[in-house]
């Protein structure tokens, strides 16, 4: 199981927002403690997933290899979007990812934003194909589809995590 601690979350600078969200959860500082280790699961529940992926920069135990492995399937999901796309930059990234050279944090976003960027092209494309080509129509309807991607992408990144997290060995 991953851990962290409120300690860290404060000394860290995530935002107040969530780490009051956190405390009252938990019972405040004075029930859980400062340096308790507060199980990972525990803030994606509390909190989503783009707080549990920025604690993952801050667990208390060694845990590289699955963070890595757990961005590689990230990437993995999404891949087919980047040969499609024929994204450089993410070849690179990924590359970079394998070789140990990148961190794995980062592979959450790039995914998120692959997807939103497939989903809007998909609608333009669409719109351009069908003859009824209207730009302010076409660009409500890409924004639909890219919100609606990241809010999927999301969902199965969390669901991921959620296994990463039981096969650690704990009560997520």
């Not at 780490?19 to 400062?34: A, F, T, W």
């Not at 803030?43 to 757990?70: F, H, S, Y």
């Not at 995914?111 to 129509?137: I, L, N």
Request: contains cysteine; hydrophobic residues 40%; aromatic residues 8%.
């Amino acid at each position: 199981m991953l851990h962290t601690t409120l300690r860290l979350m404060k000394e860290e600078g995530r935002c107040e927002v969530e780490y009051h969200q956190m405390l009252h959860s938990l019972g405040g500082v004075e029930v859980y403690g400062d340096d308790t280790p507060l199980p990972i699961g525990k803030i994606l529940d509390v909190c989503g997933l783009e707080t549990t992926l920025w604690a993952l920069r801050i667990v208390i135990e060694p845990a590289e290899k699955q963070i890595r492995l757990l961005a590689c399937e990230f990437i993995r999901h999404v891949h087919h979007l980047f040969e499609e796309m024929n994204n450089g930059y993410i070849k690179g990234y990924l590359a970079g990812l394998a070789a140990g050279k990148e961190s794995g944090y980062d592979a959450a976003e790039i995914a998120w934003q692959t997807c939103e960027a497939a989903a809007a092209k998909a609608v333009h494309d669409a719109a351009r194909d069908s003859g009824e080509y209207d730009k302010m129509e076409a660009g409500r309807g890409a924004a639909k589809a890219a919100a609606a991607a990241r809010k999927a992408e999301k969902s199965w990144q969390s669901e991921q995590l959620y296994k990463l997290l039981r096969l650690e060995g704990g009560g997520y």
